[in-house]
Nanobody
């Protein structure tokens, strides 16, 4: 069982940046397709970005494309989400989610297709 832990959230002003990190308890994480989801108050989970096992392909929601960048460091078994030009509508709890070797799920980023989840980290964008 791979356990995921997110970090890096916080309060930032509009236009600012944050970098989220998803660390895993096992090197098996390096064989996982990984996505970031977020949930704003009163809303459903939204797929933000997804990265394939090899890290060669990534997908982004239209709302964050051009501002967010997902990457993975296999030496450290972490997946990062660099968030730039943050907007108030980016506010929410950000979750890291993974599924073993299933790159096709990046195409849809459907929540139920990801089997392992972290506890989430709060991101608040406000002046």
């Amino acid at each position: 069982q791979v356990q995921l832990v997110e970090s890096g959230g916080g309060l930032v002003q509009p236009g600012g940046s944050l970098r989220l990190s998803c660390a895993a308890s096992s090197v098996l994480f390096n064989y996982y397709t990984v996505a970031w989801f977020r949930q704003a108050p009163g809303k459903e989970h939204e797929g933000v970005s997804c990265i394939t096992v090899r890290g060669s392909r990534a997908r982004y929601a239209d709302s964050v494309s051009g501002r967010f960048t997902i990457s993975r460091d296999k030496a450290k078994s972490v997946v990062l989400l660099q968030m730039n030009s943050l907007k108030p509508e980016d506010t929410g709890i950000y979750y890291c989610a993974g599924v073993y070797d299933s790159d096709r799920v990046c195409g849809s980023m459907v929540k139920d297709l990801f089997h392992h989840w972290g506890q989430g980290t709060q991101v608040t964008v406000s002046s």
